[in-house]
C-alpha cells in the first residue's frame, strides 16, 4: 500500500488566492482527518469524515476553511481567500477504525505571502 | 477537553545512553495511545500503538509503557544513536479523535 498521499508537498501563493489540499487515504480505511501544524500551537484537529461524511468540523479555525470528500478515495482541503497566518503544514491521517490507529500522510507546507 | 503534556521539550544526550520520554493526559478514558516520530520537515511515522487494556508495547530498542488510571505513558529508547534524532509526539485517541502533546526533540550526539 502507498500509503496516505497528499499533494502538492509545497505550496505558495499570494494573499487572497484560493488554495486547494489534497488527500488520498489508504484503501478501506473508513475515516479521514485533517490536522494543522503549527510552531506556536502544534498539532491541531481541524475536520474528519466517518464513511465520507463529515463528524466534526468544530477545529476549522474560520468560514474561509472547508472540507470535502466526494468519495472513499479522495478528500480536499480549501482556503479561500487565504492569508498569511494560515501558513502551516496541513496533514491528512486515516484509520480503518476507532482505536485501530492512524497513518499520516507527508503532509503540505503551506507559506501564504 | 483531553490535554497532552510530553516533558521535557528538547532532551540532548550522549550517543549509548538509554533515555525515557515522559508523556501525561488529563482523561483517562482512551481507546489508546500512540507515540510517533517526526524528521525536520517530514510527516509523522507511526512508531508504536498500545491500546488501553494493554501495559506496553515494545518494538526492537524501543518500549513503551502505559498507566492509564494515573494519566501516564512513557518511551524507553535503549542504546541510543545519533540516527534516533528527532521531534517524538505523543498522543490519545479517546472519544475525540487523537489529541496531540507538543513533542519532545530528541538530540542524540556521536
Known amino acids: 500500500d502507498a500509503g496516505v498521499i497528499q499533494s502538492p508537498r509545497h505550496e505558495v501563493t499570494e494573499m487572497g488566492q484560493e488554495v486547494t489540499l489534497r488527500c488520498k487515504p489508504i484503501?478501506?480505511?473508513?475515516?479521514l482527518f485533517w490536522y494543522r501544524q503549527t510552531m506556536m500551537r502544534g498539532l491541531e484537529l481541524l475536520i474528519y469524515?466517518?464513511?465520507?461524511?463529515?463528524?466534526?468540523d468544530s477545529g476549522m479555525p474560520e468560514d474561509r476553511f472547508s472540507a470535502k470528500m466526494p468519495n472513499a478515495s479522495f478528500s480536499t482541503l480549501k482556503i479561500q481567500p487565504s492569508e498569511p497566518r494560515d501558513s502551516a503544514v496541513y496533514f491528512c491521517?486515516?484509520?480503518?477504525?476507532?482505536?485501530?490507529?492512524?497513518?499520516f500522510g507527508s503532509g503540505t507546507r503551506l507559506t501564504v505571502v | 477537553k483531553q490535554e497532552v503534556t510530553q516533558i521535557p521539550a528538547a532532551l540532548s544526550v550522549p550517543e549509548g545512553e538509554n533515555l525515557v520520554l515522559n508523556c501525561s493526559f488529563t482523561d483517562s478514558a482512551i481507546y489508546n495511545l500512540q507515540w510517533f516520530r517526526q524528521d525536520p520537515g517530514k510527516g509523522l511515522t507511526s512508531l508504536l500503538l498500545?491500546?488501553?487494556?494493554?501495559r506496553e508495547q515494545t518494538s526492537g530498542r524501543l518500549n513503551a509503557s502505559l498507566d492509564k488510571s494515573s494519566g501516564r505513558s512513557t518511551l524507553y529508547i535503549a542504546a541510543s544513536q545519533p540516527g534516533d534524532s528527532a521531534t517524538y509526539l505523543c498522543a490519545v485517541e479517546g472519544n475525540t479523535p487523537l489529541v496531540f502533546g507538543k513533542g519532545t526533540r530528541l538530540s542524540v550526539i556521536a
Open positions: 491521517a486515516s484509520s480503518p477504525g476507532q482505536g485501530r490507529g492512524y497513518t
Open positions: 469524515f466517518n464513511n465520507n461524511v463529515p463528524i466534526d
Open positions: 484503501s478501506g480505511h473508513d475515516y
Open positions: 498500545i491500546q488501553s487494556s494493554q
